[in-house]
């Protein structure tokens, strides 16, 4: 007897479970099927190096998942689920070449004099975009929690151009528009500070020169300074563990080692899926898939439902470029040589100038093992104390940007081209990047387990190439225009499958928002669906030509 329920979520990613949540809690019956053996994604953590030590394999700063909706909704619940976060109130610093250094911490006053002791003028410049930013958030953050287009997303707008007018929503629209190397160049005088912000905009797929790279900086720096950083207390897997206890508790079921072949269809419509042992499972109502487009259209779903139109808009989707993770057990954390305080930080930046980031960017786009790549230095245990069962550290470093496929070395030393070979030395040159910021750290080294952007995918095949972010987010794929014009609100050409996940609104970060918007738009009554249908198909004409024209 073939199983049957209401709803069928490819992939037990945050958003595959939190909407697999919001179904289940209106009373739907639901099967999620993760094909690894824990659910949770890029949003895991594991025993990496040593017994007892519990690194966050993938994601590690929670914020975007502590500010979230679904956290608003069911926080109660998944604290007593066993969720809980650990937070630290010196979210992040950056070090460079000379000893110099900048720190941020939550509290604004103390930030101040960290900048005005480097520079008056950098100082100057950042109260002024924490104005501008406190401006961005009254008006405009709510736009990151809404469907796009909507009515919601218009009542913002409209809200937004009654509070700013016109032209002071121009005028804020232009911080988000801008590069982040034109971002700090209109508001800092020192490298050092033009730096803070645009490594940043690395964290995703935005090199310093690429127009739009400045909203994530503007947001995730400001955010920093009024929440601190958190991680989740014990390890990432403390979310998705919860997020399942919940959805049990409703009735629905998170199966591991279940992985998707094929979304099979009838007459243009979902009705099921097969799984590699060919078990098929029926989905009365939806099939939701938390993947990426090409996965998703490339493998699962046969040529033969899709549009060649829309076979064609998939091809054009673009992923960024690839990112390794670097876990590191040591016995004692590192002493930075600009301060011993750093060692207190949750992000310790190594970015040393706006142009080495552009040239980190520009060698990975071109296949190019960078010389210098940008590191995000994540001192864990410095957050949350109870990730090692002794005195022993752990380090969650993350590499920025490196090629998804590579065809040199732009340092001229690493002769491999495969990632199985490349990542040892690769790794290496990270760790003497390190050493030379953080003299002796390498000593301190008691394991390490490196994960190449190649490992990063065979993990989880929506990290194409090992692009963390799951897709570009550069203008003309963010928006209205993710994961494409005229599909940006979860819905695709075959009824009753759906898509979230991070290449959907609002895009890569554990913000959850579109497990619960797509969950919103799957139990959306008939005539709201078909109001929807109509806006997203007028405004996604005029969405594709716009891409067009900034294609
Ligand atoms: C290295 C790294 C560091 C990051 N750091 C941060 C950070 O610090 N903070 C932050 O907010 N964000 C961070 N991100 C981004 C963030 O983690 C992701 O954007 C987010 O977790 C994506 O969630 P998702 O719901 O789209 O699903 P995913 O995490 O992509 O999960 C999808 C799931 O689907 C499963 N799956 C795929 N194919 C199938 C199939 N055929 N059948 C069954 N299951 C399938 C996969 O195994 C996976 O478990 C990071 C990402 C990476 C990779």
Not at 164 to 192: C, H, K, M, N, V
Not at 296 to 319: G, I
Not at 451 to 463: K, M, V
Request: proline share 6%; aromatic share 8%; with cysteine.
């Amino acid at each position: 007897m073939v199983e049957t329920f209401d709803a069928v979520v490819v992939g037990a990613g945050h958003n595959g479970l939190t909407a697999a949540l919001y179904l289940a809690d209106e009373g739907w019956d639901v099967c999620v099927l993760e094909r690894n053996d824990e659910p949770g994604g890029s949003v895991r953590s594991d025993e990496l190096t040593r017994e007892g030590y519990i690194h966050d394999t993938h994601s590690t700063n929670q914020n975007l998942f502590v500010g979230s909706q679904v956290f608003e909704e069911f926080g109660d619940e998944l604290r007593e689920a066993g969720l809980a976060f650990s937070r630290s109130d010196k979210p992040f610093a950056n070090v460079y070449p000379d000893g110099e250094s900048l720190r941020v911490y939550q509290d604004v006053d103390r930030t101040r004099e960290a900048f005005e002791a480097h520079s008056p003028a950098d100082a100057a410049g950042w109260d002024t975009l924490r104005e501008e930013f406190g401006r961005f958030a009254e008006t405009l953050v709510p736009l990151m929690g809404q469907p796009l287009p909507s009515v919601a997303a218009g009542r913002t707008l409209l809200d937004a151009v009654r509070t700013e007018r016109p032209s002071g929503l121009i005028d804020l629209a232009q911080i988000p528009l801008s590069s982040t190397r034109e971002l700090g160049d209109a508001y800092f005088e020192t490298p050092e500070a033009k730096a803070l912000m645009a490594c940043w905009g690395l964290h995703i797929d935005f090199g310093p020169d690429v127009s739009g790279g400045a909203m994530f900086p503007f947001l995730e720096s400001f955010t920093a300074l009024s929440e601190g950083i958190s991680v989740a207390t014990g390890g990432a897997s403390a979310i998705p563990e919860a997020l399942t206890t919940l959805i049990e508790r409703r009735g629905g079921e998170v199966r591991t080692n279940a992985e998707v072949t094929a979304v099979d269809t009838q007459n243009g419509r979902a009705t099921g899926v097969t799984l590699t042992d060919g078990t098929t499972i029926r989905a009365r109502e939806a099939v939701v898939a938390n993947l990426t487009p090409t996965v998703l259209y490339d493998r699962l779903v046969d040529d033969a439902a899709l549009p060649e139109s829309f076979r064609e808009t998939v091809d054009r989707y673009e992923y960024g470029p690839g990112t390794m993770m670097i876990h590191l057990a040591l016995d004692e954390l590192p002493d930075w040589a600009a301060g011993e305080d750093l060692s207190e930080f949750a992000y310790v930046h190594i970015a040393p100038d706006v142009d080495t980031l552009a040239e980190t960017y520009t060698a990975a786009q071109n296949g190019q093992l960078p010389e210098s790549p940008m590191l995000v230095v994540g001192q864990t245990t410095a957050v949350d104390a109870s990730r090692t069962p002794d005195d022993g550290q752990i380090l969650w470093i993350q590499v920025r940007a490196l090629p998804s496929e590579i065809d040199g070395d732009a340092a001229g030393e690493i002769d491999a081209t495969d990632w199985d070979t490349a990542a040892s030395p690769m790794a290496d040159r990270v760790l003497d990047k390190l050493e030379t910021y953080a003299p002796g750290v390498r000593d301190s080294i008691l394991d390490r387990d490196v994960h190449s952007p190649a490992d990063l995918e065979a993990t989880n095949p929506n990290l194409v190439g090992g692009d963390s972010v799951a897709g570009s987010h550069h203008l003309r794929q963010n928006f209205l225009w993710r994961p494409f014009p005229g599909w940006s609100r979860y819905g695709t050409p075959v009824d009753e499958l759906y898509v979230c996940g991070a290449s959907t609104w609002p895009g890569a970060g554990n913000n959850a928002t579109s497990g619960q918007l797509c969950a919103q738009r799957v139990l959306a009554q008939p005539f709201e669906e078909r109001v929807i249908e109509t806006v997203e198909e007028y405004v996604g004409d005029a969405a594709t030509a716009v891409q067009q024209r900034l294609s």
